[in-house]
């Protein structure tokens, strides 16, 4: 049984974390009882879980080709932007990581002590991660790799949905007549539709349910719900991301029984 939260900040993004565990914590109450986790924020957890070995991790975990499942680059030169973006995290930008490697890594990072699943760790992250699809041999940008930790990609909220056809349609009308792509900022000020953009001002309500997908994970072994209006349904277009986290209702009859 989860007994501690730990929510880690994010401070390049727009990612308000201290909204986010208010949010949550209201949701683990139990009527008092004793056993509601305590919810804590933490600072960003690159800089206060720093360790010796973590650019070169961060090096190794980067994708190199969207069909290429061999992930790495460990030359002099990518190890030092890795550190570099490790110290100042807005100088990060454009590289997308194996989850699970840095899953891995960031977990040989956490106190010994608090590796158990009594204490959840949630890191938001401003990096953008990937698994890779085995169904159809390519890379697949996430929002949330489950486990311990959990890790949240706020780049991965704007990137990893599906947005609608006509954004899609717009970009490649563009591409046959201009001969390159448009500016991601043009074809969102263009497409009509519903769907979340770099810094949208909605990016913390958005992923309060990702938070709690997250330790509803680790308590039941189950993250996500097949009903598409609750937060914990797992959003595969960005039109299903705005139902189930920004619209009607928050969960469904069976969640909202223990969520409220």
């Known amino acids: 049984m989860i007994e501690r939260v730990r929510l880690y900040r994010a401070p390049s993004t727009v990612a308000a974390v201290d909204e986010i565990a208010d949010w949550v914590t209201d949701r683990l109450a139990n009527d008092g009882d004793d056993r509601t986790p305590d919810v804590t924020v933490e600072s960003r957890f690159l800089e206060t879980h720093r360790t010796p070995a973590l650019a070169e991790q961060f090096a190794a975990a980067r994708v190199r080709s969207p069909y290429d499942r061999e992930t790495g680059n460990t030359m002099v030169g990518t190890v030092r932007y890795e550190e570099r973006a490790l110290e100042d995290p807005e100088r990060e930008g454009g590289v997308l990581y194996d ?93 009509e539709g519903d769907f979340l953009v770099e810094n949208d001002p909605r990016t913390t309500d958005a992923l309060k349910g990702y938070v709690l997908q997250a330790l509803h994970y680790l308590e039941t072994g189950s993250a996500f719900c097949d009903d598409d209006s609750c937060r914990l349904y797992n959003a595969h277009h960005h039109e299903e991301l705005v139902t189930a986290q920004l619209q009607g209702t928050q969960f469904c009859s069976k969640h909202a029984a223990r969520y409220r």
């Open 99 to 191: 989850g699970e490697k840095i899953q891995r890594a960031l977990n040989a990072a956490l106190p010994s002590e608090e590796t158990d699943l009594s204490t959840a760790h949630v890191i938001v992250l401003d990096r953008a991660l990937g698994t890779w699809g085995r169904h159809d041999g390519r890379w697949h940008k996430r929002v949330n790799v489950l486990g311990q930790p959990t890790l949240i990609s706020v780049p991965g909220l704007y990137e990893a949905p599906a947005k609608p056809e006509a954004y899609y349609k717009a970009k490649q009308k563009h591409a046959m007549l201009a001969g390159d792509a448009p500016p991601r900022e043009v074809l969102e000020n263009q497409v």
